[in-house]
């Protein structure tokens, strides 16, 4: 395979709240598609959890 380089720019949300604030971020960008990078620690701990690909690709909130 032959060397590629792009940029992807990116915006990265830390801390309490970033999960909701992250959503209404995609919803007026009026994204359709997200890459969400986690691990083993925020799945062990419930992060994961808190967010379903459906959420975020309907633009839904979380209560």
Excluded: R, W, Y
């Excluded at 971020?25 to 690909?53: A, M």
């Amino acid at each position: 395979m032959a060397l590629s380089q792009f940029f992807m720019p990116s915006n990265n949300l830390v801390g309490e709240g970033a999960l909701e604030k992250g959503l209404e971020e995609l919803e007026k960008l009026n994204c359709n598609k997200v890459f969400i990078v986690t691990d083993e620690i925020l799945e062990k701990i419930g992060v994961v959890d808190q967010v379903s690909p459906s959420q975020i690709l309907c633009n839904c909130h979380l209560d």
